[in-house]
């Protein structure tokens, strides 16, 4: 009897170790700072010194060279200001191509950062991740273990950002 219960306890616990599942977690994304961002689109790079404080966004082109200076500032949904060398005019976001690295990286920070609480998943490597649908488009971001964003990625544009330099 007590050599069948010790079966069954083994086979309960061997069972235990062979759950797959990844862990999930809750966490409140860092909405404060200050980093290049890296894009890559298809067979395009680009550059961009990103800021995000109190739910403003600010995107400076550093690479392609020819728009430098050029700068993207986002505090609604629906807009985003366009400031080149001092002269300033704002657009609808709808201005913006659905695939233009900038209103990607613009709609991505602020479905990932300023929507809440996030609900990530544990991967191999340490980090974790989210998928949501941002701006009609599936997206996943991939955070650090203290809610820091280190990459974006829009499968269907063919887009992937990297957060540098934090």
Known sequence: MRIAVLLLLLCGLCSCSFDQRPAQIRCEPITHFSCRTDCTQADETFAFATECENGEIRISVLQPED????????????SIAVD????TD?????SFTEHSPIRLLMQGIRAFLY???????????GTFSAQKQVDGQIASAVFSENGQLLRLHFPNSETE???VDF
């Open 90 to 94: 704002v657009f609808a976001l709808a």
């Open 84 to 87: 080149a060398n001092g002269l």
């Open 115 to 125: 929507t809440g609480t996030e609900t990530l998943t544990a991967c191999a490597d």
């Open 67 to 78: 728009l430098q200076g050029v700068c993207f500032i986002s505090d609604s949904q629906n």
């Open 161 to 163: 950002f990297t957060f």
